[in-house]
């Protein structure tokens, strides 16, 4: 029983420490959870208002957000300054060129005979260059009985032969020159052989030429009509060995073509083929107004009855200028394109005709010409075809060498200057001695001038100042230099104010002047007040702006 009793109390004692380790497992779980509690509070509590206020507004962070707040808005000033910068400093795109090769270069016409000694053929060569010349037109090619053709596919032996001329082009061409043949379709000379047979009517030759029997009295011969030469003599002469008048609107030397004989035109379409294929890169053919007469040979309408026997005193309707001369001109056109050639024409009076690559004539002044007729002459010539890419060459027409040399000047600015081409006759004695001139001021200037994309790009602004005495134009364009061509055209000095061109600021450059006009004035390229230029008399400047 006893041991019954003790079984007993170990049990109890058994269950209470039991329960005492139990009460003491939860005791400390729950101090290990309240600790842990306790740490993970004080771990991720962050900041409170007023402690962030205070923070942020303490000096140190407020000067700190005030200078990233500057930096970043200098900077991104800077980013949008520099991007302008680069723009309206970077090197402006012009329009690519809307004009061929014989457009942009003056075109200089110079005598075969200056370049037939090739000794020093790449200094005359390199001279044209420096002038700014890249398009030549070759006279006086032809086997000739002084100007009067007798062969149009032989060299005249002065010149060598055909194979010195074909050298003479290929060295030409190799120095980057482009080379045009200037030719007279309109006659030949009457040593001619063609002539000769035309004479003698053999069959194939017989109208070659312009013939005509007349009319006669029975002792003499006279024309069929009142047709005069550019001589203002009869354009008919008497051949008594075939006993007809022939046409010639020259000299009695120089018979003309008959072009409505399909036969002729064939002939010169082998002409032109033979010297393209010689490798000239164009023709240029002149005189052309006359190719056709009136196939009735009817009489010319007198417009000045008191100038008997001068050729101004007829209208010369029939005998220039007719539908068919376009017709074939047309068509010589688009022949000379096939072989990869270029077609200039001179002194017609359409500018358009389909076919031709350009149509050149010259201005026509007297010696005395005025203000008005100046800008009319040009003005004309700009808006007379839908191109008002003009050729420009300036012809005296009272007598040769009428203009004294600074006016020759003033119409060289005027030509490089105008939105076109100028057109240079050579000085016939330019390679006198085979020496090479120098170069001039006035022919550097111009070349660096031209060469401006204001030249082909800008607009053109035409005016007379000063009562008409100052004729004045402006080539501007946005973007590329400026310029303003002043010439005043009185004996006497006079002060211009050029604000009457818009956008002309206060203080221009002075890019060129004529002889006269640059004894009074600063040296080139200074700065000269613009609303106060004083210009000599017949003197002419170029400013730049």
Request: aromatic share 12%.
């Amino acid at each position: 029983m006893s041991l019954e009793k003790d079984d007993g109390a170990v049990e109890k004692l058994m269950e209470e420490g039991k329960k005492k380790v139990d009460s003491d497992g939860d005791k400390y779980d729950e101090l290990n959870k309240l600790e842990l509690s306790d740490h993970t509070e004080t771990a991720y509590a962050g900041m409170g208002k007023e402690e962030l206020m205070k923070y942020a507004n303490s000096p140190f962070w407020v000067r700190l957000r005030w200078l990233l707040f500057v930096t970043f808005w200098l900077s991104w000033f800077a980013m949008m300054f520099g991007a302008l910068f680069i723009i309206f400093l970077t090197p402006k795109c012009f329009p690519s060129s809307k004009h061929e090769w014989y457009q942009k270069s003056p075109v200089y016409i110079i005598n075969a005979a200056s370049l037939a000694n090739q000794s020093n053929l790449n200094e005359k060569i390199e001279y044209m260059q420096q002038l700014g010349v890249q398009n030549v037109v070759l006279t006086s090619v032809f086997q000739a009985d002084g100007d009067k053709v007798i062969d149009f596919m032989q060299v005249k032996s002065s010149l060598g032969n055909n194979v010195t001329m074909k050298d003479l082009i290929k060295n030409l061409k190799a120095k980057g020159m482009k080379v045009m043949l200037k030719l007279v379709p309109n006659h030949s000379s009457s040593g001619n052989m063609m002539f000769m047979r035309s004479i003698m009517k053999e069959k194939f030759f017989d109208k070659y030429y312009i013939w005509n029997p007349g009319f006669s009295d029975g002792e003499k011969h006279y024309p069929i009509n009142n047709w005069l030469s550019v001589t203002g003599e009869s354009a008919w002469s008497w051949n008594d060995n075939r006993k007809e008048f022939y046409l010639h609107t020259f000299s009695a030397d120089e018979p003309d073509f008959n072009f409505r004989n399909e036969d002729v035109v064939n002939y010169f379409e082998e002409v032109f083929k033979y010297w393209l294929d010689m490798g000239v890169d164009g023709l240029y053919l002149d005189k052309v107004q006359y190719l056709f007469v009136d196939k009735d040979f009817k009489n010319d309408t007198i417009i000045a009855p008191n100038m008997t026997q001068k050729y101004d005193s007829l209208s010369h309707k029939v005998t220039s200028n007719l539908p068919e001369t376009n017709e074939l001109l047309s068509h010589w056109g688009n022949f000379v394109r096939n072989y990869s050639g270029v077609l200039i024409v001179s002194d017609l009076d359409s500018k358009d005709v389909k076919g031709i690559n350009m149509v050149h004539s010259s201005v026509m002044l007297t010696s005395n010409f005025t203000g008005e007729q100046l800008l009319h002459a040009i003005l004309s010539k700009t808006t007379m075809s839908s191109s008002s890419w003009s050729s420009w060459e300036w012809v005296c027409t009272d007598k040769p060498n009428c203009w004294k040399n600074e006016t020759i000047d003033a119409f060289s600015i005027l030509g490089s200057l105008l939105p076109g081409v100028p057109f240079v006759n050579a000085d016939s004695k330019l390679f006198e001695y085979n020496k090479i001139p120098n170069i001039t001021y006035m022919q550097s200037t111009l070349k660096e001038l031209r060469s401006m994309p204001t030249i082909e790009f800008g607009s053109f602004n035409a005016k007379l100042l000063n009562n008409y005495t100052v004729f004045a134009f402006d080539r501007v364009m946005s973007g590329s230099e400026s310029l303003l061509f002043a010439w005043n055209l009185s004996e006497n000095s006079t002060v211009l104010n050029l604000n009457a061109f818009d956008g002309i600021p206060a203080e221009v450059n002075l890019s060129l002047c004529t002889e006269t006009a640059c004894s009074i004035l600063p040296p080139p390229k200074s700065k000269i007040n613009s609303n106060q230029l004083r210009l000599a008399g017949e003197s002419a400047v170029v400013l730049t702006f």
